[in-house]
């Protein structure tokens, strides 16, 4: 079980002066309830100053229904009232064009507890995958006549481009060759192409974005007009696949790392302001399901990393007040208070690194 170590709002500095959102946490719980509990998760978010989280769907059950949705958004609730953090759900979207109506109606009552759609357009973990672009298609097309306007986050990796027998368990830098930047970059083309021709009005949201040739594909659909947005993740800015090499380290998640080349795009993009946001994927897991290979790492401790070294680079506070939840806030159209930055991001990521059983942010 997670949380050895639950940090308390006292333990950090001027917690109340702090306000950043995460658009992108995986709080686990229910039958994952020993990787995370969302109660765990949002006090170790509130000891940052993380005041809102944006919980994924590709919960076990799955959040793809009206009474499972229900019942995730009452536990986010009552984990709200204890640690005073915002707690809101992306509603999954699957191959049923009823229940996608059905998502968009209940968006369409609950937001912004439920903050918007989410597709994913390649399996990962949950196996929610819509896969293929005629599928795909007809998602859109749903939206459309359904007249969702609200933010579409995506998963993007094209399933027709993995290759998982390239994967060599126990050889974490394999699973870069198993999932390349090529399934990404062209799942990215795919969803940016059915969002033009269908008509889409909301906005495209590209989660996680891990490779240079994925960037300049958002960054020139963005110029052109499209409504897109893009996030990425301390993982993708700060390891590579070399640092998956040191399987001690347990670097396995989805997309994976990528080349220095890549890294290093991702960190300058971020610094120019071309990414519009940081978002944890904070995804945690068992020692025993990460030993059979399980993807995602515990992302939220990264997260003040990040911002300690994009201020050590550069970054001003306004930037990185972008990053941390003013680009959020007007993508999705809500009314927040302004973004308040923590003095001491690098002592917080130390408190919160104790509270998983690995920090794969550590060489």
Known sequence: MQGRNILHMEDTEGESRRTMIDPHVHLRDWGQSAKET????????????????????????????RDVIISRLALGGEAADATGVSYHLYAGITNDMAQVRE????????????????????????????????????????????????????????????????????KYETHSDARPAEAETESVRDLIMLARESGFKGTLHICHVSAAS????????RNDGLRITMGATPHHALLTQADAADSSRLLKMN?????????????????????????SDHAPHTPEDKEKGASGIPGLPGMMLLLDRLRKNGADDELLKNLYGRNVISAFGLEIEDIRLPENPYGLYEKLSTEYFFDPFRS
Request: glycine fraction near 8%; include cysteine.
């Open 38 to 65: 969302v109660l765990h998760g949002m006090k170790t978010a509130a000891s940052a100053g993380f005041t809102h989280l944006f919980d994924m769907p590709n919960t076990s059950p799955v959040c793809t229904s």
């Open 103 to 170: 998502m968009v109606f209940l968006w369409r009552e609950l937001f912004p507890l439920v903050i918007g759609l989410k597709l994913f357009a390649g399996n990962s973990t949950g196996n929610m995958g819509i896969v293929g672009i005629d599928a795909q298609h007809e998602v859109f097309r749903t939206l459309v006549s359904s007249g969702y306007d609200g933010v579409l986050a995506v998963h993007a990796e094209k399933e027709e481009l993995l290759h998982p027998e390239r994967y060599v368990p126990g």
């Open 214 to 221: 994925t960037i300049r594909l958002v960054s020139a659909a």
């Open 255 to 279: 997309p994976p790392l990528r080349s220095e080349e890549d890294r290093a795009f991702v960190f300058s993009s971020l610094l120019d302001g071309t990414i519009d946001w940081v978002e």
